[in-house]
């Protein structure tokens, strides 16, 4: 596979052909730790070195990676109808979630998207500010208690994890995540993990074959089904009357008066998916705004001087450490994208973290700067939802949760840095601290 000294390859074996430059066979086997350890550094590092359109040296699937805005609009927006969802991340993900809407690929989608919508209308949306707010006031109360005595430490990750998690289960149960809720998202956070997990191991050992990571990801997924079936029953017990208003996304979820009604395993996918989509890239995305406004104190006075500069900060925050880190697509017919022909059946991968340091639209791309976004969002460049029909369905809610949350709590906080220097980026699921990040939390006066 590796590249002969006559010149470039023209096809990495099964008959795939070469289209566009990469990195070298030899050089990506040796790495494959590195690529797995590091693999924000890796992208960027291969992204320097071959340009905006790359292909790996990976025979089956061809292998392609598009970092330039207008090469990521083509992918998720121009030649969406020859883009599909069955890629490696988004199987692995379907372990999880079934064919939920974020997994389900455009057959089963349309008509999937077309129900579910209505739940992120407008009124459902401003019913999570409500759960924000008590969310808010229990936050506030915790943190009241460990600064009686002066300033504290909070690992700030864990504390907006929870947040986030209190939030979602409000959102989607009406409830505390107490008792089954409780239960169904820590089977679901184990079996995510699980998957990163197996997606991350060097040998890919089907799943039939009972290893020991195999058969505690499939005790949790038993567990995720069975947690389920006793929200759902509880609910439908609950004879929700048919006039009565949506109380949470459950009820959206079992409403009997759509036209297809979602059978008990649509539900539960996609009540796994939302959990998977909807708690973890909130709470990063706000673990890393309390990062930047950290190091960046004049962002943080002047937020703290005007609250209505949440949503800026936030929205930078996305660009710098966008949680969907990658997204990915399989190709349905060759199409050109940047000059570059992409056969049918290719994998290509957008990531986010590199359109968006991407010198064609961002100025100065690897500073903390909210004011680029005092008019709104570029129309090139910036994902952190994606872009095109499959869009976020949650990109308003969460961007409400959250500037509601990082306005908040920068009036009636100083959460301040602790240790200066680079703080070391575990990319997963999303992006996270690897260790953490402790800051020291005290009110203001
Ligand atoms: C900061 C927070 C969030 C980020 C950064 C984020 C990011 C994304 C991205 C990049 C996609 C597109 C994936 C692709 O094109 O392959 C997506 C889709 C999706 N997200 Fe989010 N998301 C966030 C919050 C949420 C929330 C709060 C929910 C739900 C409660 C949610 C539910 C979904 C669903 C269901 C999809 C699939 C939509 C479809 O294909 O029709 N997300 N999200």
């Given at each position: 596979m590796s590249r002969k000294p006559s010149g470039p390859p023209t096809r990495y074996g099964w008959n795939t052909p070469v289209t566009a430059p990469g990195p070298d066979g030899s050089s990506l086997l040796r790495r494959v730790r590195e690529v797995i350890a590091e693999p924000l550094a890796y992208l960027e590092e291969v992204w320097a070195a071959h340009g905006d359109v790359i292909q790996f040296p990976i025979p089956k699937p061809a292998t392609y990676l598009v970092s330039s805005p207008s090469g990521a609009r083509d992918v998720l927006v121009n030649l969406n109808r020859d883009m599909g969802k069955?890629?490696?991340?988004?199987?692995?993900?379907?372990?999880?979630?079934?064919?939920?809407?974020?997994?389900?690929d455009t057959q089963a989608?349309?008509?999937?998207?077309?129900?579910?919508q209505p739940a992120f209308h407008h009124d459902m949306v401003s019913l999570v500010s409500g759960h924000v707010t008590t969310a808010l006031a229990h936050l506030d109360q915790k943190?009241?208690?460990?600064?009686?005595?002066?300033?504290?430490?909070?690992?700030?990750?864990?504390?907006?994890?929870?947040?986030?998690?209190?939030?979602t289960g409000k959102t989607l149960f009406g409830v505390d995540l107490s008792g089954e809720a409780q239960e169904l998202t820590d089977a679901t956070i184990d079996a995510l993990h699980g998957v990163i997990d197996k997606a991350q191991s060097l040998l890919p050992i089907p799943m039939f074959v009972p290893t020991p990571k195999h058969l505690r990801m499939k005790r949790a997924i038993k567990r995720l089904n069975r947690a389920v079936d006793a929200i759902v029953d509880l609910r439908r017990q609950d004879l929700i009357h048919p006039d009565a208003?949506?109380?949470?996304?459950?009820?959206?979820?079992?409403?009997?008066?759509?036209?297809?009604?979602?059978?008990?395993?649509?539900?539960?996918?996609?009540?796994a998916t939302f959990i998977v989509a909807g708690h973890e890239t909130v709470a990063s995305a706000l673990t890393w705004s309390w990062h930047l406004l950290g190091a960046y104190p004049a962002e943080a006075r002047a937020l703290q001087a005007d609250p209505s500069r949440a949503a800026r900060v936030f929205d930078e925050a996305l660009r710098l450490f966008p949680p969907a880190w990658v997204i990915t697509?399989?190709?349905?017919?060759?199409?050109?994208?940047?000059?570059?022909?992409?056969?049918?059946?290719?994998?290509?991968?957008?990531?986010?973290?590199?359109?968006?340091?991407?010198?064609?639209?961002?100025?100065?791309?690897?500073?903390?700067?909210?004011?680029?976004?005092?008019?709104?969002?570029?129309?090139?460049?910036?994902?952190?939802?994606?872009?095109?029909?499959?869009?976020?369905i949650g990109r308003d809610m969460a961007r409400l949760e959250a500037t509601q949350i990082v306005a908040h709590l920068s009036q009636a906080w100083n959460i301040e840095p602790v240790h200066s220097g680079e703080v070391v980026i575990?990319?997963?699921?999303?992006?996270?601290?690897?260790?953490?990040?402790?800051?020291?939390?005290?009110?203001r006066g």
């Open positions: 069955r890629t490696v991340q988004y199987t692995s993900l379907s372990l999880v979630t079934g064919e939920g809407l974020l997994t389900a989608w349309k008509p999937r998207r077309r129900m579910l943190w009241a208690a460990l600064t009686v005595d002066g300033p504290a430490l909070v690992d700030i990750d864990q504390e907006m994890m929870s947040l986030a998690l209190e939030i208003p949506i109380r949470d996304m459950l009820d959206v979820l079992l409403d009997p008066d759509v036209d297809t009604p979602l059978t008990q395993q649509q539900v539960r996918d996609e009540i697509r399989r190709v349905l017919q060759d199409v050109e994208i940047e000059g570059h022909v992409i056969p049918k059946n290719a994998m290509v991968i957008v990531s986010p973290w590199l359109v968006h340091r991407h010198p064609d639209v961002w100025s100065d791309p690897l500073t903390f700067q909210p004011d680029r976004f005092a008019d709104g969002a570029p129309q090139l460049g910036y994902i952190p939802f994606g872009a095109g029909p499959r869009l976020c575990e990319a997963s699921v999303t992006l996270r601290p690897a260790s953490g990040l402790v800051m020291r939390i005290s009110p």
